[in-house]
């Protein structure tokens, strides 16, 4: 089974290297993927609505997926499947620095499907470019040859997954704070 995956996954990747590479694409999803380097541009926009009254509630649930993200994606998963990156089972020309950790799920997709997900679930005015990110850095992380396509498969679905979950977690501590801010008569 596992045979038949991996090699289904590289074909994929095979087709992309061998049909689609080219130098304006190697810049240009070299740059894309940097959207989910750490996932420092997703804490940023969370920061960014944590300070704004009317979407501290949104940022509150996108910081909830995040946490779950990173604690069971990033720090559970990747190591208790600990599958090897693509470069490292067949030879590939890869164009930025290879990375140290496990392949499998991709951090990168999932943080930004975590991000895309809350958005879209709260009807954010920023739903529309935060699926379009998340689109092009799931794609990015394939081009580059740096995940296989389960891989970001897993981290798209545990990216929504955990959205959804940020949203009820999330959701609920705002709505207790504000309960306990409320019935105190502090703001």
């Not at 501590?173 to 105190?184: Q, R, V």
Request: aromatic residues 14%.
């Amino acid at each position: 089974m596992f045979n038949a995956v991996t090699s289904w996954d590289l074909s994929v990747l095979n087709f992309i290297s061998e049909n689609i590479r080219c130098p304006f694409l190697d810049t240009f999803f070299s740059l894309v993927t940097k959207l989910g380097d750490g996932g420092v541009f997703w804490i940023a926009v969370t920061f960014f609505l944590l300070i704004i009254p009317k979407q501290r509630k949104t940022g509150l649930m996108m910081a909830f997926a995040m946490i779950l993200g990173l604690i069971i994606g990033n720090g559970i998963l990747k190591n208790a499947v600990a599958r090897i990156r693509p470069y490292d089972l067949v030879e590939a020309e890869i164009i930025i620095k290879h990375l140290s950790d496990f392949s499998f799920p991709s951090g990168h997709t999932l943080v930004c499907f975590e991000a895309a997900s809350v958005l879209t679930i709260r009807k954010s005015r920023l739903w529309i470019p935060a699926v379009v990110i998340a689109v092009l850095v799931a794609f990015s992380r394939l081009y580059l040859f740096v995940h296989y396509p389960t891989d970001v498969i897993a981290g798209a679905v545990l990216g929504i997954l955990f959205g959804f979950c940020g949203v009820f977690l999330g959701g609920k501590l705002y709505d207790f704070i504000a309960e306990k801010k409320g019935s105190t008569g502090k703001e």
